[in-house]
């Protein structure tokens, strides 16, 4: 006998209170995701939003209008050098360099590439203490924009160059050293184990279903709806409802919330239809994808508060090896809110523990009020 929908809907609450599962990253099954829901709820000293910095200017900051001399010389500025809203230049400090050749050095077992490459600042925003979210629709376009022009004229200077990374990180628990808004763009000799996986999986998994894996997810997240009962109680063990994960639409761009979340709050941003790279984006593509990027921020900033964050771009590789990859992969920006820091257990055991249930926590993002931006 089926429960009543009564009955159901407080199965599944009490479900969703207590989940436990170790749940399987479709894009790359060899990754998996604890979420343990109960972990919320252990004793540990509650922690203030950290405080940020919001004034326009700061007389002694590097990133600010008017020192401009104080960093290295301008390598892109948008609109232009004079008036500029974004501007490009070299890290003082790279983890990467182009001032010598790459040489692989083998000694016995070991192996090491020299640390060749680009490693770039990209200041966001002239106004010191801006966030993401307080930014134009406009403005977060023309930064698509950079992030877009910089990363093919990388890739056209130097074919050594395998990979081209734009990441940012906002707040001191994201690795932010500087709080003036920037992001950071780092040219590589090798493709990152990370995207090589996404992309071997994903190319594997189109060869067997002539379909690219992400396409498949966003339909599902879609179109798709559930009910799974109990064998023996009859009980509601889990309800997907359509739209269940979609934290934000656009015409041209979604926001979801991955079923297999290794963070509280991580969210992906993809495109509606297929394009395997990020280089392929157009003017109208820029717009819409910047209206849902601020939408979301301004959702995981009503909700987490003071959300300091990482965010990344996953683009098909440019290197040979990858080419036939297009049909396969699927670009796409993953935000990863820093709202935990990784335990023994997560960097021994490389699985990561999520205690916020996915469905709980795009359900929250979701009902945040916001209006719609200009």
Sequence with gaps: MLPTSHEAEAAVTENEQGIREIRINPVVP?????????????????????PRDTRRRVDTCPFCPGNEHMTPPTLLALPDKEHWEIRIVENLYPVLGDDRETNTLVLGLQQAIDGYGRHEVIIDHNVHGIALHEMSVDHIAL????????????????????????????????????PHTHSQIIAMPVVPENVHNEVTHSRAYHRKHHKCIFC????????????IYDRVSGRIRRRI??????VERGERFIAIKPFASRYEWEVHILPLHHQSDFLDLSDEDRRDMARVLKRTMARLDA???????????HSRPRAEEYEDCAPSYHWHLEICPRTSIPTGFELGS????????????????????????E
């Design 241 to 246: 409802s359509v739209g269940q994960y979609v």
């Design 216 to 227: 498949s997810l966003i339909d599902e997240a879609l179109t798709f709806e559930a009910t």
């Design 143 to 178: 930064m698509l924009e950079a992030y877009r022009t910089r990363m093919a004229q990388l890739y056209a200077a130097d074919d050594r160059l395998k990979y081209v990374l734009v990441f940012k990180n906002f707040g001191p628990a994201a690795g932010a050293s500087i």
């Design 350 to 373: 490389g699985l990561f523990v999520n205690t916020v249930s996915p469905e709980e926590a795009a359900e929250r993002l979701r009902s945040v009020r916001i209006d719609d931006p």
């Design 303 to 313: 909700v987490v508060g003071g959300v300091q964050y990482n965010y990344f771009f």
């Design 30 to 50: 060899t990754e998996s995701v604890l979420v343990a829901t109960a972990r919320s709820m252990r004793p540990r000293k509650a922690e203030e939003p950290a």
